[in-house]
């Protein structure tokens, strides 16, 4: 298990085991491999290392991957069909948790045979779902145990910093706090919990420790080959990737030759039974199929297909009904249940068609406006810049005196230089003059980019702002060339002549600063830069600079 080139997860299977799973020989399943979507790594007599995509977590083990393998070879067809019973068990959620880490589901398993690689094959997955959709535990983290040590109900409560247990890997027992400052697990996720005044704790009725999510789980409940009856507790922050994870390890869980059975979360006098694997339902045409994968397939053809991917379907009214089983929580809109027509009936069949009509691209009429305001831009005597849409907070609040970054940070950031979304282009603009201070003066430059804010109405709760940003740096940048840039861009860009008014911004000087607006609608600002934020980005001649929204001009 681990990850590959560009962080792609990478699980190492045993090659007598897949065979054994797929009953299949060693040709059949290293020819299967790559048209189920597994990239192959290395083969050999005893390991097969495999790499694939983060939207199928459920081949984060050997028996996700034999499960898609024995649909593709034809040895069983639909989706796996199980029974849910219910355990008896229960988890009752205290209200105290829910201000720290709010939800938690649970499974149990019994009747497993767990040897060292089967151990190996599920802890491989706990991990993969944590790094993956799981985000490095911030959305979710996973806990395995054996319920055999386990004594019903369990509790899902906050304690103090000063409760102590003994967790996993340890002899003795540890107070919260050294658990987060000690152990290797605490200092590499211990940040989840920053500022927390309470820690969520799972507990069981003898009041013997689980875990300490996102942290550890306790030792008192470590899985052994003597395990046979497994629980298994998601806790976490989003429910519906909690219940993607659960259903991914319910459905390893029974391919392991496990029963899985439910169990109760209680919470306010309210009763869920988890997991979830309800099937979603949707349905595609033979449009859908041709259109995109250019095929003319019949009803009865498309339901072969994705029956091989292991979901059940069925032909009525002229279109496919597909019933997706929960654990393939990649499957979200029709395009993805067409990909699985063309993965059942095999991408290596399509051949390549010749009789498509030839035709000239050209630029777009966005793009020949954008152009036009470049040249103009360019014939002002600006130079043109490009920065990444993510930068700093240091860069987008702290230098330029604002009290917020528009509040669209990245989840786990790997550098804390690409930690929001950009809302405005004029701070990055000023740190390009501030890493250019040794160049000639006047410097004067400009870019067109993206800003990005929140929009709930839009699909994704983002909006996208085309926007221009432009700074004159020299020994007498002021808000009359400033603004005399901004008026011939408009005018010779776009026929527009903009109107202006006084305004404010944080880092620009008072009584130097105007709102510009274009019939009678606000586009920008402009203005000449604080004293104390020219320092700041340790500047050594003044500037003025502008910034405006030109989706008005472009179509």
Known sequence: MGEGEAGVPVITVRTDRVLSMVGASKEEVVEALPLVGIHLEEVSDEWIRLEYDPNRPDFSTDYGVARALKGRLGRVAGAPGHRLRSSGWKISVERRVKQVRPFVVGLLARGLALDDETIRQLIGMQEDLHQGIGRRRRKLAIGLHDAGAISPPIRYDAVANTFSF?????????????????????????????????????????????????????????????????????????????????????????????????????????????????????SISGEDVGGLLGLNLSAEETVEALRRCRLDASAGGGRVAVSIPRYRADILHAVDLVEEVGYGYGFERLEPAYDFRYSKGKASERSRRLDALRRVAVGLGLQEVMNYSLTSVEVLRDRVLRSDTGQLKVDSPKSRLYEYLRDMLSPDVLRVLSENVHEPYPQKVFEISTAFHRDAKTEAGVKETPVLAAAVSADRATYTEIRSILDTLLLRSFGGRPGYSEGSMPFLIEGRTAFCELDRRPIGFLGEVKPEVLAGFGLRMPVALLEIDISSFLP
């Open 166 to 282: 003994t967790p996993l890997g340890s002899k003795s027992a540890m107070t919260v706090r050294q658990v987060l400052k000690e152990t290797e697990t605490g200092k590499r996720y211990g940040d989840i919990l920053k500022g927390a005044l309470a820690f969520p704790m799972l507990t069981d009725g003898a009041g013997t420790v689980l875990s300490f999510p996102p942290i550890i789980n306790g030792s008192a409940t470590a899985l052994t080959e003597r395990t046979s009856d497994l629980f298994v507790d998601v806790t976490g922050t989003e429910p519906g990737v909690m219940d993607d994870a659960l259903a991914i390890i319910a459905e390893a869980l029974w391919d392991a030759g496990g029963e899985v059975l439910s169990v109760k979360v209680e919470e306010e006098g309210k009763e869920r039974t988890t997991p979830s694997l309800r099937p979603r339902r949707m």
